[in-house]
């Protein structure tokens, strides 16, 4: 994952949504890892983000009372002054066309961190991690052995 940054010899005379005359924004890493997980998280057949130990930790937080999820989980960015990169972690439903839902995850995570950053994406790459499938996340209720 590479950001690079652009050289301007009028960088003075050239202002973008964040660099202006009256000041600079600076965006944290965390506020773009977060938009991107929620923007990945919003396509349908994503199950969820991270890789087995990621999510493994997730759900044990879960039963935490007053702990909260990390919608960055399966995210890493790189953000630089006018660019941002992003690395997802995504779990899939079984029976969805793996192609057109890194297409939709990549669209719909570009458009999210653009709008609300004004940083352009230079790249999304997406690492399907598993498959979900229906049943597999449903707990046992109680053993047969043990009672």
Not at 71 to 100: C, F, M, N, P, R
């Amino acid at each position: 994952m590479t950001v690079t940054a652009e050289k301007n010899t009028v960088a003075t005379t050239t202002e973008s949504a964040l660099v202006t005359k009256q000041g600079t924004t600076t965006i944290a890493d965390t506020v773009v890892q977060k938009i991107a997980g929620l923007a990945a998280r919003e396509v349908r057949g994503v199950h969820d983000l991270g890789g087995g130990a990621a999510r493994a930790l997730s759900a044990i937080r879960d039963r935490i009372p007053g702990a909260s999820a990390s919608v960055g989980q399966g995210v890493s960015v790189e953000v630089g002054e006018k660019q941002a990169a992003v690395d997802l972690q995504v779990l899939v439903e079984y029976g969805v066309a793996i192609a057109d839902l890194a297409r939709s995850v990549r669209r719909n995570v570009i458009t999210a961190i653009e709008q609300m950053t004004g940083l352009q994406v230079v790249e999304v790459n997406i690492n399907v991690t598993d498959v979900h499938i229906p049943g597999d996340d449903e707990e046992s209720t109680g053993s047969d052995r043990v009672q």
